[in-house]
């Protein structure tokens, strides 16, 4: 396993099963042509699932991110651009091609194997009260992402804070 800290949230990803778009050259290549990435992508082999996983921690945004339209916009296009360049992967093309050859093996069959897709957005929130917001943001987040999620015959994608984040099972190892 290795661990990662990103937002003040430190998670501890399998060895060989995990990857993440801005350790990859094309997308360091395509970054500056407006592309965003979530953080991280791992395969979890005990549940069959793909994760893709994007972390923020609140308290660091700036007064316009922490605004729900600014936040959610940010998230979706982060989610939205993440699964264009795995379609992309996986479709053949030639700057998919240059992507899949850095993804892990287990990504590079992925659509021909049985699987489960799953998106999760985690805000780190030292603020128990904003808590109570989320419910509002994640129903109008998935609602933004309902049409292109389905394109991927995706079921899951959550807005959640960290602490109910390590409940659901994401490998959270620490917050700081």
């Not at 605004?67 to 989610?79: A, G, H, I, Q, S």
């Not at 049985?114 to 805000?123: E, G, S, Y």
């Not at 509002?136 to 394109?151: A, D, P, V």
Request: charged share 25%; proline share 4%.
């Amino acid at each position: 396993m290795t661990d990662f800290t990103e937002s003040g949230l430190t998670i501890s990803l399998p060895d060989g099963n995990s990857f993440r778009f801005q350790d990859l050259s094309k997308y360091t290549e395509l970054k500056g042509q407006n592309l965003k990435e979530v953080d991280y992508c791992w395969w979890d082999d005990r549940t069959n699932t793909f994760w893709l996983l994007e972390i923020k921690d609140y308290s660091n945004l700036t007064t316009a991110e922490k605004l729900p339209n600014d936040l959610l916009e940010m998230l979706t296009n982060k989610v939205t651009d993440s699964l264009l360049m795995l379609g992309a992967a996986w479709s053949n093309t030639n700057t998919g091609n240059s992507i899949l050859s850095e993804l892990p093996t287990i990504f590079q069959s992925f659509p021909k194997s049985p699987h489960k897709m799953k998106i999760v957005c985690v805000l780190k929130l030292l603020e128990p009260h904003k808590r109570v917001e989320l419910g509002t943001l994640k129903t109008t987040f998935r609602n933004r992402l309902e049409g292109r999620i389905s394109l991927f015959d995706l079921k899951y994608v959550t807005l959640t804070d960290h602490e109910t984040a390590i409940q659901m099972g994401i490998p959270i190892i620490s917050a700081t």
